[in-house]
């Protein structure tokens, strides 16, 4: 097991609420990425924070939004939740500053939208 | 743009069996491409990295291959067994740490 840690695993939500991820990076990581994975699919960049800034960004409305703290854990915000946000959001750490290190993913989170 | 597929979507295997999986990329400035395996469910496993300058990376009964000229990457399993039934992705690093994954290969071994 790597040790990057999500929480929480499971969560049900209503169309239109907000919600919150959370994401603990490995020790010793400053680049925490978030994608997200309908079912079948493979996951999708949605962003990356490298050292408290935001990195990168995907295709990705601006109702996600992120957060990395000085520990470099990170939050996943959503507002305004669309059914088709129903899917298994995971986050990645990594040492950042070059794109050849390996990301280590967590267990994900299961966010289900009625 | 960078697009990954691989082939094939699902495969079914009895146990013992040596296989390959496939994976191919369009946009051969890549930085590394990484291999996962993922159970049901579940976060994602990385079982080998290889770099833009390494042709292949070997684990166990796992070695993947990378041929960045020709766009592909390959992943072949030895001696598969029931505990190596999953879905198993690549994905390619371009520019900073953004990994861009194809749509996995189910495999099912059985004994």
């Known amino acids: 097991e790597t040790g990057v840690t999500q929480s929480p695993t499971h969560l049900i939500k209503t169309r239109g609420q907000q919600v919150t991820l959370r994401c603990s990076s490995q020790?010793?990581?400053?680049?925490v990425s978030w994608y997200q994975q309908a079912l079948g699919q493979g996951p999708q960049f949605i962003f990356q924070?490298?050292?408290?800034?935001?990195?990168g960004r995907g295709n990705f409305p601006p109702r996600f939004s992120g957060l990395q703290f000085p520990n470099y854990s990170s939050e996943l915000n959503v507002n305004a939740l669309e059914l088709d946000d129903s899917a298994l959001y995971l986050c990645?750490?990594?040492?950042?500053?070059?794109?050849?290190?390996?990301?280590?993913f967590g267990p994900g989170t299961r966010l289900t939208v009625t | 743009k960078q697009e990954v597929t691989q082939i094939p979507a699902a495969l079914s295997v009895p146990e013992g069996e040596n296989l390959v999986l496939n994976c191919s990329f369009t946009?051969?400035?890549?930085?590394?491409l990484q291999w996962f395996r993922q159970d049901p469910g579940k976060g994602l496993t990385s079982l080998l990295l290889?770099?833009?300058?390494?042709r292949e990376q070997t684990s166990g009964r796992l070695n993947a291959s990378l041929d960045k000229s020709s766009g592909r990457s390959t992943l072949y399993i030895a001696a598969s067994q029931p505990g190596d039934s999953a879905t198993y992705l690549c994905?390619?690093?371009?520019?900073?740490?953004?990994?861009?994954f194809g749509t996995g290969t189910r495999l099912l071994v059985s004994p």
């Open positions: 994905a390619g690093v371009t520019g900073f740490q953004k990994l861009v």
């Open positions: 990645a750490s990594s040492r950042g500053g070059v794109p050849t290190y390996e990301q280590y």
């Open positions: 946009d051969s400035a890549i930085y590394n």
């Open positions: 020790s010793g990581h400053n680049t």
């Open positions: 290889i770099q833009s300058s390494q």
């Open positions: 924070y490298y050292r408290e800034e935001e990195n």
